[in-house]
């Protein structure tokens, strides 16, 4: 959070709105200073000042809240999944403040040539919160996809033992034709 809110003070100090700083391998990537009025992709920016409130100010405040509070008091959660969930609020923390603080708009400065993918010849602009929101979602699933894939190895290990454990109960049960019972005293 504290490093997306230096960079977006950079880009609004020394990048005039709407202009392009700096471009990497031709315009693959351009470092430039755009706003965005609503949320992912713009969504909402048409919306009408209430609901644009609600939506993009009231109702992430109090997801942020809710998983601020999930982080910090969860037992449940690893160290790692600790810190992934941590990035998230991070980013959505940026993101926040400059939908609170900036009236014109989250600051959105990095620009990533798309080359015609899902109709886009370019991303959608984006910043350092918005990169932390994504990686880390990104690996919050591949984290949950490992576990789950850990989980169902480990079940049909124990089925498999229980299934042998089951056979050698079978086999220790049944008299076996080799063996000689002597009488017992009596």
Do not use: C
């Not at 990537?29 to 644009?52: Q, Y």
């Not at 169902?152 to 089925?159: D, L, N, P, V």
Request: zero cysteines.
């Amino acid at each position: 959070m504290i490093f997306d809110q230096i960079t977006k003070i950079l880009v609004v100090k020394f990048i005039p709105l709407h202009t392009s700083a700096w471009s990497f391998l031709g315009d693959f990537f351009r470092l430039i200073h755009v706003r965005n009025l609503g949320m992912v992709f713009s969504f909402g920016s048409t919306f009408s000042p209430g609901l644009k409130l609600i939506t993009s100010i009231i109702l992430p405040m109090l997801m942020l809240i809710a998983l601020g509070l999930y982080i910090v008091r969860s037992k449940e959660l690893t160290s790692i999944q600790r810190w992934i969930l941590a990035a998230i609020f991070g980013g959505g923390l940026g993101n926040q403040i400059d939908r609170i603080f900036r009236p014109d708009g989250v600051v959105d400065f990095l620009d990533f040539k798309f080359y015609g993918l899902f109709g886009l010849e370019r991303w959608p602009t984006f910043n350092i919160a918005d990169s932390a929101l994504v990686v880390s979602s990104i690996l919050l699933i591949l984290l949950h996809l490992i576990d789950t894939i850990r989980f169902k190895r480990g079940s049909r290990h124990i089925a498999a033992l229980a299934a042998s454990d089951n056979e050698l109960n079978e086999l220790t049960d049944k008299p076996a034709d080799n063996v000689i019972n002597f009488p017992t005293k009596e």
